[in-house]
């Protein structure tokens, strides 16, 4: 039921957001040239690495594509960045992967190698569900950026304070799992970007 409600909606998005796609598109390549899409090798279901999608929202760095993170760095973000990054269209393009199945519309927020490889044991848990565009702590810790900008140390914020609670939720989702939880955590992300 899980892959079907992410075909058929993933699909069915796609289409009738072509217009807001195709606005994104023009804005970025406006603001700060081609490309338009962040590519970035994540790790997914059982161990297995992607690529994910997103709208470009800082200046080209090709270290970070393959899977570099600097936590709380946003002298990059562009000035079209800063509004896709605070309205979350930049994930938009997860769409695609969610509709070629390398991602569900909910599950664990997929990692960059680096930070899966501090705590091997627990991500080895977290990968045995498909990763996601959103689940708890995408909505816990929405405003994560502005807690890393915010900290002296944001490496070490991330490392020993952000991500061990993130894995909780994650471990949490994983074991509460239902087709309807994940249904109210579509819903509680849409009202936490609509009005927070």
């Known amino acids: ?59 080209i760095n090709k270290e970070a594509k393959q899977g570099t993170f600097d936590v709380g760095d946003v002298r990059r973000v562009t000035t079209v960045g800063k509004i896709l990054r605070k309205t979350k269209l930049d994930e938009l393009p997860q769409l695609f992967n969610v509709l070629f199945g390398s991602m569900s519309f909910v599950g664990p927020r997929p990692e960059v190698q680096k930070w899966v490889d501090i705590y091997p044991e627990r991500w080895a848990f977290v990968h045995t569900v498909k990763p996601g565009i959103t689940d708890n702590a995408s909505i816990v810790f929405r405003n994560e950026e502005e807690i890393l900008a915010a900290s002296d140390e944001p490496i070490i914020c991330y490392k020993n304070e952000i991500l061990p609670r993130k894995l909780e939720l ?27």
């Open 170 to 196: 994650y471990e949490e989702y994983i074991r509460k799992n239902s087709f309807w939880g994940d249904i109210l955590i579509i819903i509680r992300t849409f009202s936490s970007v609509l009005f927070k």
């Open 1 to 59: 039921m899980k892959r079907l409600f992410d075909i058929f909606f993933s699909l069915f998005f796609v289409i009738i957001l072509s217009p807001i796609f195709f606005l994104v598109v023009l804005f970025v390549v406006i603001d700060t040239g081609f490309p338009f899409l962040f590519v970035q090798k994540r790790v997914g279901k059982n161990g297995q690495i992607f690529k994910m999608f997103k709208f470009r929202t800082m200046t």
